[in-house]
């Protein structure tokens, strides 16, 4: 009897210790999924040399002739998505650094962008109305919008981040983009799609939201 009970004990640690093992191998064969796959794939760009940002996700870069370039970074081309058009401001118009300066308009929304600098609109770029998928998929390059003559620009640069300081800065706004997401996901309607393994699939998602969530969003990420 006593012989009949220490073999089913072997036998029995046995087995747990192999189903240990198989669960151990099905969980290495699953893909780990990083956080960063779950980012806005443009966020992830490498930031161009000189390329000044602003925390409300506009960029501004010098330009030869004194003027500045002024456009979206990647991480907001990435969530925005699809836009019917660009709403951007006449030549003249005088803008100031951290108020809106331009917006995108897409199926019946208007979400607004701030001017990383003060100064005068001296050029506008309509090429991002008539090429919008260009502009997206080259945000530092064919996404500019608007060209403006600066009035303050040492004491303006001083609030912008410029190298490693903005691309470590723009990880974490994807990784607080993505938190932020997981956060809301009591409103699916209103967020949008969920990877297979439960993760929320950020590119373009703001084609989707709408409502409260939209407006939460634009006050966080892009002022």
């Keep these: 009897m006593v012989v009949l009970l220490v073999l089913l004990t072997i036998l029995g640690c046995i087995g747990v210790s192999l189903a240990l093992r ?8 699953r893909p780990v999924r990083e956080p960063a796959a779950l980012f806005p794939s ?4 490498e930031l161009p ?5 602003h925390e409300g996700h506009t960029w501004a870069k010098l330009d030869s ?8 970074d990647g991480f907001a081309q990435g969530i925005l998505g699809r836009v019917d058009r660009f709403e951007l401001p006449p030549n003249g118009a005088k803008l100031r650094q951290g108020e809106p300066a331009f917006a995108a308009l897409q199926s019946g929304k208007r979400i607004e962008f701030v001017s990383p600098v003060d100064g005068i609109v001296s050029a506008v770029n309509e090429r991002i109305n008539v090429d919008p998928a260009a502009a997206r998929k080259e945000p530092y390059e064919k996404g500019w919008a608007f060209m403006i003559l ?5 004491r303006d640069l001083r609030k912008l981040r410029i ?5 470590a800065w723009l990880e974490r706004e994807a990784r607080s983009f993505t938190e932020f997401l997981s956060l809301h996901r009591a409103v699916p309607q209103e967020v949008g799609a969920t990877l297979p393994d439960g993760g929320i699939h950020a590119e ?20």
């Design 22 to 29: 198989r669960r151990g191998k099905a969980a290495e064969a």
């Design 42 to 45: 443009q966020a992830a760009q």
């Design 49 to 53: 040399g000189g390329l000044f940002v």
């Design 65 to 72: 002739s004194g003027a500045v370039q002024v456009g979206l």
């Design 150 to 154: 600066p009035s303050n620009l040492s």
């Design 163 to 167: 190298g490693a300081d903005a691309a």
């Design 204 to 223: 373009g998602i703001m084609e989707t939201m709408d409502g409260e969530i939209l407006q939460i969003t634009i006050r966080k990420y892009f002022r």
